[in-house]
């Protein structure tokens, strides 16, 4: 059965502490995408991890791939309020782009 | 960068009534299209591949027949809701892939559809 899985599902953050987000995926794929999603909005893309050992990093978010292990993990460094949000990570497990989604990491970061 | 719009971003419609769903690549042509549905507080679910000039691929589970996907163009995708009933509010997302200036292929999404059936 093809499965993304997320954890923790929900995680509230300390300002100013850092964080670990990760991404389990059960079959092959060599592409992987983080994406954010703001209340009542839309996603926003984050990262597209193309490699094994794919390393990308944008201001206090910092993505990688380990397709062996079939893991992403999104790390966040010193943690802020306007990185409250749900991060989605997604594979393209059925092929031709066709994504699989995870249910979501929910984060709060509170003061 | 790439932009896909949806159109309407919300709708209230009556149970039995349809309802279609404009997507738009805006500034790029796509080929392929994708639509997916997400309940309050879940996760995405893939329900179609949208392809120019041909019929819509359907995921397992997702009745053709109740959501009508029409590509006329490379940059227009519809999605007709028939006969909406309570049970297919959701909120209704596109996207489209397109290559960034940095060379990397890359999926967009648009803003949504939020459906609503009474």
């Known amino acids: 059965e093809l499965k993304v899985e997320q954890n923790p599902l929900f995680l509230s953050m300390q300002e100013g502490k850092n964080y670990t987000i990760y991404c389990n995926y059960s079959?092959?794929?060599?592409?992987l995408y983080w994406y954010r999603q703001d209340p009542g909005k839309s996603l926003e893309s984050l990262f597209v991890l193309l490699s094994n050992g794919a390393v990308k990093q944008e201001g206090r978010l910092m993505a990688s791939l380990d397709t062996k292990a079939r893991l992403s993990t999104l790390h966040i460094t010193a943690a802020v309020h306007d990185l409250s949000a749900t991060y989605f990570c997604?594979?393209?497990?059925?092929?031709?782009?066709?994504?699989?989604f995870g249910k979501g990491n929910q984060v709060v970061v509170i003061p | 960068g790439a932009v896909v719009s949806q159109h309407p971003s919300w709708v209230i419609c009556k149970s039995g009534t349809s309802v279609k769903i404009e997507c738009r690549s805006l500034d790029f042509q796509a080929t392929t299209m994708f639509w997916y549905r997400q309940f309050p507080k879940q996760s995405l679910m893939l329900m179609a591949t949208s392809n120019e000039g041909s019929k819509a691929t359907y995921e397992q589970g997702v009745e053709k027949d109740k959501f009508l996907i029409n590509h006329a163009s490379l940059t227009l995708s519809t999605l007709t809701v028939t006969s909406a009933h309570p049970e297919d509010s959701s909120f209704y997302i596109c996207s489209a892939f397109a290559v960034r200036e940095t060379g990397a292929y890359e999926q967009y999404f648009g803003p949504g559809t939020r459906l609503t059936v009474t």
């Open positions: 079959t092959t794929s060599d592409r």
């Open positions: 997604a594979v393209d497990i059925y092929g031709n782009n066709r994504l699989a």
